[in-house]
């Protein structure tokens, strides 16, 4: 496999198709190499010859003598199998076809026929159906873009061309700085996780952001991205929430397992943050390469109005900032410089008549103080501050805070003249917004991320499995062509995995009875056991909440004469004596092979309005035990685990413990597909949780173990 630095940093690159005609993409290529800078040799390859922008025109790839590390391909589709193949041949490293017309509309056959050859030869290709590739670091716009690429240091993967073509215009007016951009259309071979590998150890690229559309290879892009994330910031637009997975909803798990679910959920285990739309993307993109990572955990926020203020402290919430409260401290620090009609209680209100002066102390107590960790400043427009005051005094503090490497960001409203601002310090790189949400949504990107950092753990949870056995008695059910398991057999796999399900045993006689009750442990429930009473509690068969011995004789005699009474001719065998559940938490937990991105876990809010309430949250497997506490957390049911109207806190520890075992039975055990407790009964701190219902579902492709 050639190595992907060839791609962006390539000594040759040819164009096959460079055309004299300036109408054509393989001119404008040809034109964007040689006007970006590149220091490389570059041959322009058409079957006509002559010359192209004042270079030599090569009739073949054969006539170049050099050896050619990239190749840009701008000629019909119907040519480009023959001109891939003699790239190929020539030992080409890199082909970028830019031609479309392939598995886009439907042409699958041709497209691996080309991903065949070269990666035969050795040769890898990128698209087809893609725009070229930028590179600042060999100063390369190997695109048919507009040109004049602005080099920085975000680098953008994206899986639309068309958008990545308007991104390059758009960073440009947003001042954002490329180190690379490139389009992976098709992706027949290189892939996101190709171009990620560089891109990570990449010093020029400080943030990387990826617009894509979807995943072909799940595990490949999870290790990639977790590699990058650990590195610097990853920022990625997911297009198509609203489409679900293709999966069987033969449980819950499944039916709530839409696609977008588990990206969501996989990229933010994976440190990956996740914007909406292009201009989130961009916002955070640019923020968090400039900003350095926050001194604290707490931030505070200076303003000249209060409306504003309440603003952005609800914004504060919605992205998890935390505001730093010690109110005496606060009043210690930004007493001496708040009016005393102001308010010195996070958000510091400086009050409408603050101009220059009062900014500037205020925002200077703040970078001082040890406690705050990150400071925002808001300004709505007054006569008593203009927006040329405004302008130099939010460029002087930002450059002040980013030399003592502490975050400040800034959001203004007002008319014009603020507008103008906006637009003049974004120029500079100076992070300020004409909405709060927009600025806090930067640093809540900027905690977020650098809280991944610090708390992200490799050290993932693992139990033991008895495979064999588990495959043996899943390997019966499939002798019988059946791909479920029977409520007994699910249950002895729990009683392997070390799952506690409810305690039942058949006793045969009164005796029998009670020694079984007094395994169980009181109360229990006892039913009647009779093949020829299917209707148990019409008959009398049933009775509920037996607290001690004297209960079962009278409840054992009581049932013996109903239903003798019921169906003198019956066969009664004895009867079940099981443990009476106590109601509690009711949750579920599911596990399941996800066919993009392998073992995946879920866990929620559980009983029979699942469905309903769809308040569950998925990770994907291996998991450590902190991420399983954040998709504990992520639930809107959460409270009720840490014990909601004064009840005592739930027994958390047993939850999570089983959420280990099933992930590594659904890991371990490739027969099973899917796996489903519901409700799990959690129980107060130390009692325990019981799986009630265990529902397994095996893998139709058979027994791979
Ligand atoms: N080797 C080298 N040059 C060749 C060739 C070959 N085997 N076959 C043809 N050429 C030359 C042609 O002679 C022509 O040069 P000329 O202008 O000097 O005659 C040049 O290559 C281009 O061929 P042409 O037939 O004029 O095609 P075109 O420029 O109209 O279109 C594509 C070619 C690739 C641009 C077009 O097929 C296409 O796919 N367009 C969509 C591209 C796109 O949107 N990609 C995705 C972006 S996100």
Known sequence: MNDIKLLFEPRSVAVVGASKDPKKIGHTVVKNILASGYKGKVYPINPAGGDVLGLRAYTDINAIEDDVDMVCTTIPAKFVFDSVKSCADRGVKYNVIITSGFSEIGDIETERKITDYSLSRGMRVVGPNVFGVYSAESHMDATFGPGNILPGSVAIITQSGAL???????????????????????????????????????????????????IKDGPRFIDAVKKATRKKPVVVIKSGRSERGAVAAASHTGSLAGSDEIIDAILKQNGVIRAENI??????????????????DQAVIITNGGG?????????????IELYDDGKKLKEMFGPVTPSFGSTKNPIDITGGAASAEYNSALGVALDSKEIGASMALYC????????????????????????????LFAIVGGEDIENAIVKLGRKNVPVYGDVYEAVSCLGKLYWYNRYL?????????????????????????????YFLLAHEAQQIMDLVGIPVPKSFVARNLDEAISCAEKC???????????????????????????????????????????????????????EIA?????????IIGARRDNTFGPIIMFGLGGIYVEVMKDVAFRSLPISRREIMNMIKETRSYPLLLGARGEDPKDMDSVVAIIIKLGALISKCTVIADIEINPLMVYEQGEGSKAVDVRILLAKDGVKQ
């Open 164 to 214: 990545g073509l308007a991104m390059i215009g758009k960073t440009k007016v947003e001042n954002i700085g490329l180190s690379s951009i490139v389009s992976i259309g098709n992706k027949c071979d290189v892939d996101e996780a190709d171009l990620l590998a560089y891109l990570t150890e990449q010093e020029r690229t400080k943030v990387i952001l990826m617009y894509i559309e979807g």
């Open 279 to 296: 201009q989130e993307a961009f916002n955070w993109s640019k923020y968090l390469g400039n900003s350095p990572p926050p001194t604290g």
């Open 308 to 320: 504003i203020g309440v603003m952005a402290t609800d914004a504060c919430e919605k992205y998890e």
């Open 381 to 408: 427009e007054t006569s008593t501050f203009l927006a040329a005051d405004l302008e130099k005094v939010l460029e002087e503090n930002y450059n002040t805070y980013l030399q003592r490497r502490k975050p400040l």
């Open 454 to 482: 610090r708390y992200h753990s490799e050290l993932y949870e693992d139990a033991q499995i008895p495979v064999a056995a588990i495959t043996e008695i899943c390997k019966n059910a499939i002798k019988q062509d059946r």
């Open 521 to 575: 442990g009181y109360p229990v429930v006892m039913k009647i056991v009779s093949k020829d009473i299917i209707h148990k509690s019409d008959a009398g068969g049933v009775a509920l909440n037996l607290e001690d011995k004297g209960e079962i004789i009278d409840a054992y005699q009581a049932i013996m004469q109903s239903c003798r009474a019921y169906n003198p001719e019956a066969n009664i065998e004895g009867v």
């Open 579 to 587: 443990e009476m559940l106590k109601k509690d938490v009711e949750t």
